[in-house]
């Protein structure tokens, strides 16, 4: 269980707590416990219908690599990992995964990549740290972009809806509050030294990112989406979709 609040390390505002290489150090030294058991494994079963050495797999928002490089080892897949922090990109580097390469997000956008260029994607804990719609629908549509025609999306994210709850190392929000789409609350994160960071995120409902894909999607006209939830109490919750087409399952199924 979380240890009690005082000597906390405090965080800063969306993102901010991760900002520079000192922010990146700390993001890389948070142990993410409960995303490996229950978020991680789900992306990765997502993703290995489409797995195989001639398969590229996007990290949209990579940081230190760790994720990647599991999926790469796991999967079989090459991996093209890319983030806004050069910071973090430093430390995916260091990971050494085979065959991986990673590229510098500026102004939301890859620009060393062309269209169309990977096979699937995953976005873990990404969409969490952005501030306001118009952001989160950019980078979707940079996804949307960067992803063949028909190629799944996982994205990962916290759920506004278990705020409250104590996991082993992690709390998402404060208990009985109900958060709406884009409003503010605090990630509580237990580091591997056993101090705890706080970060400032976002609520961003799955049913509010099913949306907002769809409207970056919209362009698309069979590209539809229906919502099943499992019961299974998780603070962090799996979706996945294809940038064109019917979407595959996870532990939010969008079908």
Avoid: K
Wanted: overall charge positive.
């Amino acid at each position: 269980m979380p240890q009690d609040r005082a000597g906390e390390r405090p965080g800063s505002g969306s993102g901010g707590a991760w900002s520079g290489r000192e922010g990146a150090e700390a993001f890389a030294a948070v142990d993410a416990a409960t995303d490996w058991l229950l978020g991680y494994p789900f992306v990765f079963r997502a993703l290995a219908a489409g797995s195989g050495t001639d398969r590229v797999l996007l990290d949209f928002g990579c940081g230190p690599g760790r994720v990647a490089d599991r999926a790469a080892r796991r999967l079989g897949v090459r991996i093209v990992g890319v983030d806004a922090s050069p910071e973090m990109l430093a430390l995916a580097r260091r990971q050494s995964t085979p065959g991986a390469e990673y590229h510098l997000v500026t102004d939301g956008r890859a620009d060393d990549l062309p269209d169309a260029c990977a096979d699937a994607a995953m976005c873990n804990h990404v969409l969490a740290s952005l501030p306001d719609e118009q952001t989160v629908l950019g980078v979707l549509g940079e996804i949307h972009r960067l992803l063949r025609r028909g190629a799944p999306l996982v994205v990962l994210t916290t759920d506004p809806a278990c705020a409250g709850i104590e996991y082993a190392s992690l709390c998402v929000g404060e208990s009985g509050v109900i958060y709406g789409p884009g409003q503010p609350l605090t990630v509580r994160l237990r580091r591997t030294d056993g101090t705890w960071q706080t970060a400032q995120n976002h609520a961003w409902p799955p049913i509010t990112i099913r949306a907002s894909w769809n409207a970056r999607g919209s362009r698309r006209p069979h590209s539809t989406i229906r919502h099943r939830t499992r019961r299974r109490a998780s603070p962090t919750r799996t979706t996945c979709t294809a940038a064109t087409g019917p979407p595959n399952g996870g532990a939010h199924r969008w079908w």
